[in-house]
């Protein structure tokens, strides 16, 4: 956010301060101001550079995926472990309604705080997240209830123990077990989509994102280091990747980019709520129109069609 | 024969590079030198110590199928650069360093051949290609391979060797670890086996996709194989990795591969899975295999 733009919201709140503690008639000003405001984080939105997406979507402040679950749907009940060997808490789900439709939830869960975070362990999941996601889509399909899937990882956990689980093979089975259904799929990008770890969620019938969400093979870190040796090159490695709504919409990846209040989905979280529902609620209501087997077939033929080449 | 003869598309050049720059080599593991034309009798394993040397995928197809029986079906598709990718050297300049290099479009070779006369189709990985790294190319490939042997009704066989998703095509790369299970999806339901056999390095993306799907995974002994490098993991961690991490033997040790396989045993082994799991569509029974 620029120095105008603060100053801007600094003007304005000490404008509606001022009304509401002398009773002045500002309605006149204060209006200016923000369609002044909203002009100027519109020029300002249309500038932003790949980098600065990316650290909108890290923003500490941003809405988490249960963020999403509170206000778009009702009667979550969280389902707990993969039956197997753990309750992962950076990949939780379960079944809930929205606008009384019965769906099945699958979320990606940072922490809203430091405390949070650790809980969650950063959005990062291990092997056991996956698993559970996979058990869950057997129960959508067994119950004929279409998966919604709210992607935000910077990517799967690499540790000892995520490599000793499985953590390649839990992934992989994810996206085969999800490839499979013939229920419908929706996923979402609404902060961070991180490789393989978000993919492993990712196999909707349709693929959407938040306007300031990136998605993509790797980290701009992770690619800076690979490709310039240096982890501070990232701005430079967002623009090579490509990462953004706009671009993933460009090369075909996502049906959709969701649109986010000016500034960021921080700044106005109704709105944001709002945005994201009716466009799931869309693309529900379209694949309601398919048959178990037509499901399949689209979202396979979806994949099948991703890549860019030649042929001779 | 006759019908490979109908279908064959390209001759098959089956060249064993004999890279080895004197008559003897010694091996990188044990020291122990051994004379050259032994060492490929021997699958350019050690004999002294087993250590398993890396190989290209011509001698690889040399020592997995029959003679002269493969033919090759992929070639045709060729990659792009369709992010105008910026990074220190130009991605279509790196591409045609390793086309010059290999041979080849991409970092993959696929076909038909025979294992002891069990028919099969074949995906190979190069990683002297970019590191066998997969973006479009490698994916279409492959999902060409799953859906040629749904066509012929055969299993599938690909080996893995790759350090994962290809950077320079960003998404897109990412996308065909969906694009490649979905075909393999479709070779499942219709009962066709599908084998994959890890070799060194398999790591990342496709690690975290084809490898790791397949009805029977093999794996190379000492091979290094996993989702995050172990560099990253050691940033990630902070700590030593303990000895033998993520290689073949350990992953046996953690329930995630089917099978270790010396390399000199390889055929013998598919033959006996082909024969085990592919059953359903043979059409005449086949001839007992020599071991
Ligand atoms: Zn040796």
Redesign the interface.
């Known amino acids: 956010m620029s120095e105008n733009v603060r100053s801007l919201e600094s003007a304005l709140h000490a404008l509606e301060k001022t009304m509401r503690d002398t009773g002045a008639d500002l309605v006149q000003e204060i209006s200016n101001l923000k369609h002044k405001l909203e002009g100027l984080r519109s020029s300002e939105d249309a500038k932003l550079s790949r980098w600065a997406r990316v650290q909108l979507a890290r923003t500490p402040s941003r809405p988490t995926g249960l963020d999403y679950v509170e206000r778009a749907f009702s009667d979550f009940v969280e389902l707990s472990g993969d039956r197997c060997y753990g309750n992962d808490q950076a990949l939780i789900g379960g079944p809930a309604t929205l606008e009384g439709r019965p769906v099945m939830l699958l979320v990606q869960q940072k922490g809203r705080d430091t405390k949070g975070n650790i809980k969650r362990n950063f959005g990062m999941s291990h092997p056991e997240g996956y698993r559970k996601a996979m058990r869950l889509m057997d129960m959508a399909q067994k119950f004929g209830l279409p998966v919604i899937a709210i992607i935000d990882t910077p990517g799967a956990y690499p540790g000892i123990a995520a490599e000793e689980r499985g953590q390649a093979w839990a992934i992989a089975e994810s996206i085969a077990k999800m490839a499979s259904l013939t229920v419908p799929t929706l996923s979402i990008v609404i902060g961070e989509g991180g490789s393989g770890g978000a993919l492993a969620i990712g196999v909707g019938n349709r693929v959407m994102i938040m306007q300031n969400a990136w998605y993509s093979v790797i980290s701009p870190e992770s690619c800076a280091a690979i490709l310039f040796h240096d982890a501070k090159e990232a701005p430079r490695a967002a623009e090579s990747l490509r990462l953004t709504g706009q671009d993933l919409l460009e090369l075909g990846i996502v049906e959709e980019v969701i649109p986010e209040p000016l500034g960021g989905a921080h700044l106005d979280l109704d709105t944001t709520v709002a945005n994201f529902k009716e466009a799931v609620l869309r693309h529900l209501e379209e694949l309601s129109q398919l048959s178990g087997e037509e499901v399949l077939e689209q979202r396979s033929r979806r994949f099948r069609n991703l890549g860019v080449f030649g042929e001779n | 024969m006759a019908l490979d003869r109908i279908f064959r598309r390209k001759k098959p050049q089956l060249v064993v590079q004999d890279d080895l720059p004197e008559l003897w080599s010694k091996c990188t593991h044990c020291s122990v030198q051994t004379y050259k034309k032994d060492l490929l009798a021997e699958k350019k394993v050690c004999p002294s110590c087993g250590f398993h040397n890396r190989i290209s995928v011509e001698e690889r197809i040399a020592f997995l199928l029959d003679e002269h029986s493969f033919v090759q079906s992929s070639g ?5 650069d ?2 105008e ?4 050297e130009s991605y279509p300049d790196r591409i045609k360093r390793s086309q010059q290099k290999t041979g080849r479009p991409d970092a993959i070779l696929c076909g038909e051949g025979r294992i002891l006369e069990r028919p099969l189709v074949l995906a190979l990985m190069d990683f002297s290609f970019q590191g066998g790294s997969m973006g ?2 490698v ?2 490939e492959i ?1 060409r391979a799953a859906e040629l042997a749904l066509e012929r009704k055969v299993p599938l066989l690909i080996v893995c060797a790759s350090g994962g ?3 320079q ?11 490649t ?6 070779l499942g339901k219709a009962g066709l086996p599908y084998f994959s056999l890890l070799t060194d390095p398999t790591t ?2 496709v ?7 397949a009805d029977v995974i093999l794996a190379e002994p000492g091979a290094l194989i ?3 490098g172990p560099r ?2 050691q940033q ?2 902070r700590q030593n ?2 000895e033998g ?2 290689r073949s033997e350990f992953l046996l040790e ?3 591969v089917d099978i270790v396989v010396d390399r000199r045993k390889q055929r013998t082994l598919l033959a006996q899975l082909l024969d085990h799991l592919g059953s359903k569509h043979k059409k005449a029974p086949v001839q007992e295999y020599k071991i």
């Not at chain 2, 990718?85 to 220190?88: I, L, P, W």
């Open positions: 045709h598709v060729t990659p792009l369709p992010l990718f910026k990074d220190s479009s190319v994916g279409e999902t998703a290809r950077m095509e960003s998404v897109l790369s990412l996308m065909q670890m969906a694009k299970t979905v075909a393999l999806n479709a990342g993306g690690t975290a996709s084809f490898a790791t799907i996993g989702f995050a990253v993991i990630t961690i990795l303990p991490f993520q953690h329930g995630m």
